[in-house]
């Protein structure tokens, strides 16, 4: 399943396009063994839409902005990445800008175990 795959990442705003992702969650990453150096921010774009079969939002916030923005044939792609998750009760990724290097650690959980999970469920079909 995994050479089947192509994941990006993108917002919903434009506040920080174009620049690395924070250097705590740089480090945080590293330390489990991902590289994060090459990644930009970007917004997402209306070709998004058509290019992926699943659109994952890290919270309902970002969930309803994707909602406003995509085309009604491609609604159905739409989703909250912890639907996925195995292991976590929670359904929105905490944004741990504002907080210390364990929110970053606590984020990171959450995103391998709904990897994990969505991995499982797109290997079931």
Same mark, same amino acid.
């Given at each position: 399943v995994l050479d089947l795959l192509?994941? *990006?990442?993108a917002g919903t705003h434009d506040y920080h396009v #174009? !620049? @690395?992702p924070d250097e705590? /969650?740089?480090k945080a990453a590293a330390a489990r063994g991902y590289d994060l150096s090459a $990644?930009? @921010?970007r917004r997402v774009a209306e070709l998004d839409f058509v290019r992926f079969d699943r659109i994952l939002a890290m919270d309902r916030d970002n969930l309803d902005q994707l909602r406003q923005v995509c085309p009604a044939e491609h609604r159905? !792609? $739409?989703g909250?990445? $912890?639907?996925?998750s195995r292991k976590f009760g929670e359904r929105e990724v905490p944004d741990p800008?504002? #907080?210390g290097a364990e929110g970053f650690e606590h984020v990171l959980d $959450?995103?391998? *175990? @709904? /990897?994990? #999970?969505l991995i499982e469920s797109l290997s079931r079909k």
């Open positions: 192509r994941v *990006d990442s #174009g !620049k @690395a705590r /969650a740089r $990644l930009r @921010a159905h !792609k $739409l909250l990445f $912890l639907e996925y800008y504002y #907080g $959450l995103v391998e *175990d @709904a /990897a994990n #999970g």
